[in-house]
Every structure is written in C-alpha cells, then in structure tokens.
C-alpha cells in the first residue's frame, strides 16, 4: 500500500515519516507533500491508499484536499492532524468521510491507532465491494446460468433422470423444483421466410425477447431457449404449471403470433405441451418438433400437444403437362409460377396439401422441366446442381412459400437459358431443336432446312460435318430414345408408340429399333420391366 503524508510544516512531515513503522502496517512507500497543488500532482503517479493530512495550509485546505479526493472517487482512506480544534472543521471532516480528526501535538501512540483504524477500515470497505461486486455479478449471471440449465435440459445434455437433475440443480445453485410440473412451450418460424432485412442473430435476440415478454411478461432469457433446427428457428419457453392456466397460455400464444407477423414481420406457430415433469422435457421437445414437421397447412396458429393435423382424404393430383409444356415453350415465366401457386392454392382450400403432395408435385414439375431442356439439347445439370438451387430444392417441401421459391428460380433458369440457347446456337444446333421439337410428325429433310432458311443439300453437308451424322440418322436416333422411354413408363402398344414416334409403319419401326438398340421393342420393354420388378 501507498501513504502520502501532506503538510506545509516540512519538520512535521520528516517526524511522520520516522516514527511510524510504516512496513508494519502494510505499506512499501510513504509520498511528502508540503501544499495541496504538489499532492494533487502526486496522484497522477500512484493513487495512495491513505492520506494524513494538516487543514490549513497557505495553498489551499485539507478540507479542499479530501473534498477533490472524493468528488474523484478515490478510494482513500484519511486522517486529519492539526492544530486547530474547531468543531465546524470537525463536522466538515466527518462529511467527507475522513477516518480520524487529531490534535497537534503529535502523540505517537494515537497516530498509530488512527493509522491501524484508518487501515482497517480501508480493508473492510475493500473487501465489501468486492462482495458487492460479487454479489451482482451472481444477480446479473444467474438468468444466464438458468437459462443453460434450460438449454441442457431440452438438448438432453443432463441425463433425464430426476436425481442427476437435481445434482445439477445444487451444484449450478438454482432454485428450480423438480417435484413439480412444467409446460413447454415451443413456437416455430421458417428461417426461409425471415425477412431478409433482419440480420440472422438480431432476429433471434428480437424472438427470443418478444416470446419472453408476451409468455413469461417479463424480458428475463431464464426460461428461453433459442436454437436452429434443420429450416426452422426455435424459441422454447418453459413456464411452471402453478404459474398460469391453459386459456392464458393460449391468448398468450395467439398475441405472441399476431405481434410476429405485426413486428417481425413472419409467420409464428406456436406448440403448447400438456404439463410434466422435469425429467421428460427432452422427449416432450422432440415431440413438437415432428408436429411441426408434418404441419405444413395449419401454420399461424396456436396447437396443443395432442392436436392432429387432419387432412380430407386424398385424390389423385396431376399437373396439366400439356399446357405446363406449353407455355414453357411460349417462355411464359410469369403465367407458369401464377398457375403454379394457384394450383397450390386449391390443394391447400381442399385441405389436400402435405408434404408428400408438395413432393409428387414437385417432381412432376421437373419432368416437364427436362423434357422442355431435352428438346432444345440443354443438360438440367448445367442449371441445378450449383448450392443455391439444391438448398431450394430440399426446402421445397416444406411449405407453399419454399416451393414457389424453389419454382420461381426452376422456371426463369430454364427460360433464360432457352433463350440464350437458340441465341448463340449454330446452324446445326437450330436444325438438332427443331428436329426434337417435330420428331413425331412426317419430318423430312426439305422441313428441316427450311426452318433454318437454307437449301437441304447445303444443310445436309453442315448437319454432317457438325455432328457427324446424316439428318435421317439424327431423326431416327431421336425418334428412338422418345419410344425407349414411353416402353418403360407407358402401356401403350407398340403400334401406338409408332405412331406417337413418327412411323407410320410398324414394321419399318421395329427394324430400326433393333438396329439402334440391339434388340426388338418387345424385348426391350419385356427386360426394363423385370428390371423394374426385381428393383
């Protein structure tokens, strides 16, 4: 410790500074000051832990000293040593908290006394802030340690055994009861309708602070557990059965839902358990969890834990290929997403929408995506392997909102593309498409030609030398792989797929089939199916 002695009487310094056993008392260095400019000075070097100090000076008071001491908040400990006996002196010390008020003449034994006081007392209002310190450090962490007990809890990290819990309970020094019930309630949010103004870890504190003041009314995190989850943030909120009923829990819920969408500006659905005990919150969790999983059409809204989300029964559903196709080939962006989300819509009124439907629609819409890239020689994994289109893709079954996103970058990737496409397309790419796009019609070499404004033999010589092919054996090939796929997916007969592939003789189609493909339709269609079979 450090003590300044502070007087204009230099030979009553030099006597302090010698007759007290100053190391006894724990101090390492005693700083002389003879006026209160020069002690002022002096604590830019070191604040001293205690001060003794004559009143009058002739550059300025004791009074003046402890007064600018204290109105800087140092923590000094100080002893008044004068001459003058008057009580106003006195009083004006005691104010400003000094420890002791001594008379001159000096009196070693009392000095001594004083210094042990003053010491004393200095270590006891030490040791007490640091209790204070303590002691609000523990006020402002116990939500904190409440709240990752919560977190514990919920995620199973705690063994679900009652007597483990408690275990935890002592020794984290909490007062949570485990002989009582508990009601868990979890509210949901798509991260992927978050609006994409709020910063990810903004909108979670701003969750989180919303749930805990419309369910618990209070802004504490003691009982709010925030998490991700696969698409979805989670906001837990664990709430003591005694505390509130289930029709309060409920509007609290619904307010909690509505505010939401008002502020937060999404879409909140809200889980509300039956009560239990401590040990099977865990379990409980999960279990709102799959309910939330499988609802898709009764999102915004408040669900009690053995609520069940049924559905009329299902009818067969198929997506018009035909005028799908279309306007795809018309580069309608616009009216295929509308009429999409539209037919999404009617399921939805129907109560017919889950994510098995969303699935089955979902790739129907893709095989009219390919087939449309296969007819203009564009390869889908081109445009849908990248990160962005996967992640919308697995989303996608999730809700109306995800799907149509998922669509809507489906849709304008293929027509862009397309576009692009038959920009840069040469003479033989442009004669390729319009041979897959008319493979099914009387298609002969005069047709082709003339949709790329050239003579036959001079689109005949370019077709050859691009592809290496005649524009008959191209045709063929084409026709071929279309009748491969309807033997596999269709039952029509052999003559129908004929003439669905641009022969008008059965015969003549089974005689290149054979030669393209080794083997007669029959065969073809016989092995693919046992194939399918055994599969």
Known sequence: MKCMLIDDDVPTVQVLTDIIPWGEYGFSEVSRAHCVQDAQMLFAAGIPDLVICDIEMPRGSGI???????????????????????????STAISYNADSYLLKPLNQEKLEAAVLKAVGGLKWRRQLGEYQKFGMAWLKNKGLVESSFWTDILMASISPRRDLIQGEI?????????EQGYVLLLVSV???????????????????NLSSEIILLRLHYDRVVSYQKNNRLYVAVVVDERNIDRKQLEERGKRLIQLMNE???CVGTCYISEPIHIEGLAQLKAKLERMDGSNIMFRGKVHWQNAVFSRERMER???????????????????????LKKDLEQLAAKNQLDAEMLHVIREDFLQIVYAILA?????????????????????????????????HLITKRTIETIKETQRSEGVADKAKRYIHENYSKDLNREDVAASVFLTPDYLAKVFKQETGMTMKEYLNACRIAAAKLMLIDSRLSIGQIAMETGYENISYFSTVFKKLAGETPNAYRSRHRLVQKKG
């Open 170 to 178: 002592y020794k984290r020094e909490l007062s949570i009861k485990t």
């Open 190 to 208: 798509f991260l992927s309708e978050i609006d994409q103004r709020w910063n990810e870890s903004t909108f979670r504190y701003a969750f989180a």
């Open 263 to 265: 502020y937060l500006k």
């Open 375 to 407: 007819r203009n020689i564009v390869q889908a994994h081109q445009l849908f392997t990248d990160s962005l289109a996967q992640q919308l893709y697995l989303k996608s079954v999730h809700s109306i909102f995800d799907f149509m996103k998922w669509a």
């Open 64 to 90: 003046e000293m402890i007064q600018w001491i204290r109105e800087r908040g140092y923590d000094c400990a100080f002893i008044f040593f004068t001459c003058h006996e008057n009580f106003d002196f006195a």
């Open 317 to 339: 559903f198929d997506l018009d290929t035909p005028r799908y196709t279309s306007l795809f080939v018309e580069r309608e962006k616009a009216q295929i997403v509308n009429r």
